[in-house]
């Protein structure tokens, strides 16, 4: 197993510098104090409040001891649903080198559900993907599918138990070898005992679902991004898994794609059940297939919860990040 | 002292690593999981044939040439020409030929290998295939060496094959001094059945070293393509410097202490 920082797109933490949570019924600082937080040397914290009436840059930040606000807004409030989780994240931290990725997550994944993680850039959506599959393994904690320890399989039963997932990659990550159709069918072909008759017969199918019927025999490199994606959401589901993962299956979209996407999102899922997983930061893709959000930042769930409760919430950084305003608790660092 | 350590660390380090990793590889071969992929062993064979042939036999055939002209007019100045034949015997099979195809395996196939596996790990492929349930290292290393262990002896034979033939071109129709019986005397007097066995095994050890080079440093790309880049850079120099080491070994071990030459008694 690879065990490598590939493609995470988090510099965020490459201080090493580790928050470890404040009273969540302390007062709320503004949105520039929250830009000043550990920005500066200590002797300047009783500056920190005229910073939001100027320029946070030559602001001084509150001393150090303060570092603990980093988690001001995480509740860890997960609004029950119900239903088991199909995947559980139990306090799992992961750290690359010096950047803490995954701080002490606690999470689940509910069964029959589409759930959405959604998050700031940067705050380890796409590292929980890879801990959900045995891709990386948690420094700390254990990571649960369907109640098993993904850590502690043998690299035999971690195979078995990836034929139960299906991963949409952020761009599909289609086989550049081989044309739609092969990529398509390739794990069909390689778990089942069909004849070529009856995978090409699914592989059409899936296809057409996502409407690439008419370009099955063209190759990856041939195809916009937006139809590797399709092409990618086809294979992901040629195999009927209980898991779906996709991760940030809107990003280079355009509305109109990103749209259809969703719906097709919810239509296989009406027909197939599930557990289907978005991972993404784009609201109205969260307004149109979530019924389960779960909110991260910093490696933390700040809350979790059926989403009409979640876009009720009266948590400022939750409100703040699904409607998409620039003012609130989130800043640019 | 951690500062000029540092380096001769980073070396073992990787050499650890490049080790266990290919360790790796050659149990998945040995224990036969790899006929799990037959298929994919099969595509990698002919990816080799068709990819590959080629250049290695067109490099060996003017290394070849060369040896036939090299030893040509040495044996002229020694004022013994018919000998030619014993400089173009040693040349082809003991060394240029095993180099010739550690080099252009190096640059063909062990390259193409780290680019192939690099692009697929920049671009998730890897890991989507990993996802599916599909050992990776399987099915993409192990298939291409149990692959080469298929294809290139038989390649390499004809390579050498190819080199023997450009050194009679050279020696006998170029420079045309030996009559092509006398050169054909002296050349097979000087060479025999286990001295091909033992140049293919060099080749074979080069060709497993540069396959298990190339897997490791393409399966362990990052970076973006930069990284697959330099990955590329660093496996060359490696491939590189294990053929040389390989090539000295090979001669040393075969050769060292029984020239197998008929000369004297």
Redesign the interface.
């Known amino acids: 197993?690879?065990d490598?920082?590939?493609?995470h797109d988090d510099d965020l933490y490459a201080d090493g510098y580790e928050g470890d949570g404040r009273d969540a019924a302390e007062p709320a600082p503004t949105p520039d104090d929250e830009r000043l937080a550990g920005a500066g040397p200590a002797h300047a914290a009783a500056d920190a409040p005229a910073a939001a009436t100027s320029a946070s840059v030559v602001r001084e930040a509150p001393p150090s001891d303060d570092d603990e606000d980093e988690y001001r807004w995480h509740t860890g409030m997960n609004r029950p649903t119900g239903v088991p989780d199909a995947v559980e994240f139990v306090d799992v931290h992961k750290a690359f080198g010096r950047n803490k990725i995954l701080r002490g997550l606690n999470m689940g994944l509910p069964e029959g559900k589409i759930s959405m993680i959604l998050g700031p850039s940067g705050t380890g959506k796409s590292v929980c993907i890879?801990h959900m599959?045995?891709?990386l393994y948690p420094d700390e904690g254990d990571v649960l599918v369907h109640g098993e320890s993904v850590p502690n399989m043998t690299?035999d039963e971690l195979?078995?138990?990836?034929?139960r997932?299906g991963?949409l990659?952020?761009?599909g990550?289609?086989?550049?070898s081989m044309n739609l159709v092969d990529n398509v069918a390739?794990?069909l072909r390689?778990?089942t005992d069909k004849s070529e008759d009856e995978i090409l017969e699914i592989v059409y199918k899936r296809l057409d679902e996502v409407g690439l019927g008419s370009a099955h025999d063209k190759m990856p490199n041939e195809l916009s991004g937006g139809m590797r994606k399709r092409a990618g959401f086809a294979r992901a589901l040629v195999l009927d898994p209980n898991i779906v993962l996709f991760d940030e299956p809107d990003s280079g979209l355009d509305p109109v794609r990103t749209a259809l996407l969703c719906e097709l999102i919810q239509e296989i899922h009406e027909e197939n059940g599930g557990c289907y997983t978005v991972i993404t930061h784009d609201i109205m893709s969260a307004r149109r297939v979530a019924e389960y959000i779960s909110v991260l930042w910093r490696g933390r769930i700040v809350e979790a919860g059926p989403a009409e409760e979640l876009f009720n919430s009266d948590n400022a950084f939750v409100r703040q990040f699904l409607s998409g305003e620039s003012q609130g608790p989130l800043g640019m660092e | 002292m951690g500062g000029w350590l540092a380096l001769p660390k980073e070396w073992i380090g990787s050499f650890g690593s490049i080790a266990k990793f290919s360790g790796k590889i050659l149990k998945q071969v040995y224990t036969l999981r790899v006929l799990h992929f037959f298929g994919e062993t099969l595509r990698q064979c002919g990816v080799l044939i068709l990819g590959s042939t080629l250049v290695i036999w067109g490099l060996v055939f003017i290394v070849g040439l060369q040896c036939g002209i090299e030893g040509a007019y040495f044996t002229r100045a020694q004022g013994a020409p018919a000998y030619s034949g014993v400089f173009a015997a040693w040349c082809d099979l003991r060394e240029i030929v095993p180099y010739g195809f550690g080099y252009m395996m190096a640059a063909k196939v062990g390259t193409g290998i780290v680019a192939e596996l690099g692009s697929m790990r920049i671009s998730d492929e890897i890991d989507a295939l990993e996802v599916m349930g599909i050992d990776s290292v399987l099915f993409l290393c192990a298939t291409k060496l149990l692959a080469s262990w298929l294809v290139l002896p038989f390649m390499y034979m004809a390579a050498v094959g190819a080199g023997f033939f450009a050194s009679y071109l050279a020696v006998v129709q170029q420079i045309g001094e030996v009559s092509p019986g006398g050169f054909s005397l002296i050349f097979w007097m000087f060479q025999n059945p286990p001295d091909l066995l033992y140049s293919v095994i060099k080749a074979m050890v080069m060709a497993t070293a540069i396959v298990l080079v190339g897997c490791y440093y393409g399966y362990h790309a990052g970076g973006g393509p930069v990284g697959v880049g330099t990955a590329t850079a660093k496996s060359m120099v490696m491939n590189i410097v294990l053929v040389h080491l390989i090539g000295m070994l090979g001669t040393q071990v075969f050769w060292g202490a029984n020239p197998r030459a008929p000369i004297g008694g």
């Open positions: 197993m690879t490598t920082p590939r493609d890879k599959v045995g891709l690299d195979f078995d138990m990836r034929k997932f991963v990659f952020q761009d990550a289609l086989f550049g390739f794990p390689q778990h």
